[in-house]
């Protein structure tokens, strides 16, 4: 595709309840990532993929935050059990491969837990 | 960990003007990508700086790493309002390419009046 795309692009959720957010990488890009940037602030880390390989998963606030690519291509980022600190934007980012430092980012998904 | 400080955290120019932003790093840099975000949207990749010394240009924006590569700074000459948006720099302190642990500073956010 022409470039990294996610959806919903605005999400409202009721505390409690789960959410699934989309990421559909550059085609052909190995490497992943998702980010939760808090207003303010700098994206901060998430998780990363290589392919369908989940490498690091470190960023991860929770256990209530789950991330799969199970194909090597598009992406999803669940919460479960959303909470209001869980506002904010997710944004996905690809790169061609190992070893190719420019990322691309997506629009992000603005999520909103009321 | 890492850290990266932006400065100023907000700039309002006139129109014309030339103005600077700063990212200082607590730890040696090992690759600094200056992006731009508008709100609602991705970060946009703007230029990556590896050497210490380096310095790159895009029309009117330039980024510079210093010498120790723990600063660098963006310059926008002659602004106009399409610069307006928030400036994020960001790093990796591994010193190896292909490294996936990214960290962004808090951003800069430029406003410029016509």
């Known amino acids: 595709g022409a470039g990294v795309s996610q959806s919903p692009r605005y999400k409202v959720a009721k505390r409690g309840q789960d959410v699934a957010l989309r990421c559909d990488p550059i085609?052909?890009?190995?490497?992943l990532f998702w980010y939760q940037q808090a207003l303010g602030q700098g994206p901060e880390f998430l998780t990363y993929?290589?392919?369908?390989?989940?490498?690091?998963k470190s960023g991860l606030p929770s256990d209530r935050f789950f991330a799969e690519r199970p194909e090597g291509s598009v992406s999803t980022l669940k919460i479960q059990r959303t909470q209001q600190e869980d506002s904010a934007v997710y944004l996905c980012?690809?790169?061609?491969?190992?070893?190719?430092?420019?990322?691309?980012f997506g629009p992000g998904t603005r999520l909103l837990v009321l | 960990s890492q850290e990266l400080e932006q400065s100023p955290q907000s700039l309002i120019v006139q129109e014309g003007k030339n103005l600077t932003i700063n990212c200082t790093s607590s730890?040696?840099?090992?690759?600094l990508y200056w992006y731009k975000q508008k709100y609602g949207e991705g970060l946009i990749f703007l230029m990556m700086?590896?050497?210490?010394?380096e310095e790159k240009s895009h029309e009117k924006i330039t980024a510079k790493l210093d010498e120790k590569k723990q600063q660098s700074s963006l310059h926008i000459t002659a602004s106009q309002p399409s610069h307006a948006g928030i400036y994020l720099c960001?790093?990796?302190?591994?010193?190896?390419?292909?490294?996936?642990?990214?960290?962004f500073g808090t951003g800069t956010r430029l406003k410029v009046l016509a």
């Open positions: 980012a690809s790169r061609v491969r190992e070893g190719q430092e420019t990322q691309y």
């Open positions: 085609s052909g890009h190995v490497s």
């Open positions: 993929f290589q392919n369908e390989a989940q490498l690091d």
């Open positions: 730890k040696t840099l090992y690759g």
């Open positions: 700086l590896q050497k210490g010394g």
């Open positions: 960001g790093a990796t302190d591994i010193p190896r390419l292909g490294t996936y642990k990214y960290i």
